[in-house]
Nanobody, 128 residues
Framework: QVDLVESGGGSVQTGGSLRLSCAAS????????MGWFRQAPGKEREGVAL????????YYSDSVRGRFTASKTNAKNTASLQMNALSPGDTAKYYC?????????????????????WGEGLEVTVSS
């Protein structure tokens, strides 16, 4: 079992930035793939970013590429999602999710069922 705790959500105006963090209950050497997903009101959950820890490779959805950056952090067992140039369309509940295997490619942005461990999610609201 891997427990995940997200932090850093909140409210911001259009054009602003937020940084989300996800802390895992075990060393990230044992977790090879982390995904960031979001679900806006009335919409299906969508994958926005992936990070493959071993190769330090990231993937992004078209909707966030160039604005969001997923990365590991120096804090033990923690990764982050830096979100810049936010717009009301980014308003959603954001989740981090992990899986242990290293199969971590952009196709997994559309395969949330492949991630067995999920955080509780946190709200991000962008006002115009």
């Amino acid at each position: 079992q891997v427990d995940l705790v997200e932090s850093g959500g909140g409210s911001v105006q259009t054009g602003g930035s937020l940084r989300l963090s996800c802390a895992a209950s075990e060393f990230t050497t044992y977790i090879n793939c982390m995904g960031w997903f979001r679900q806006a009101p009335g919409k299906e959950r969508e994958g926005v970013a992936l990070i493959q820890f071993g190769r330090d490779v990231t993937y992004y959805s078209d909707s966030v590429r160039g604005r969001f950056t997923a990365s590991k952090t120096n804090a033990k067992n923690t990764a982050s999602l830096q979100m810049n140039a936010l717009s009301p369309g980014d308003t959603a509940k954001y989740y981090c999710a992990v899986k242990r295997d290293a199969w971590c490619y952009d196709e997994f942005l559309r395969k949330e069922s492949a991630f067995p461990y999920w955080g509780e999610g946190l709200e991000v609201t962008v006002s115009s």
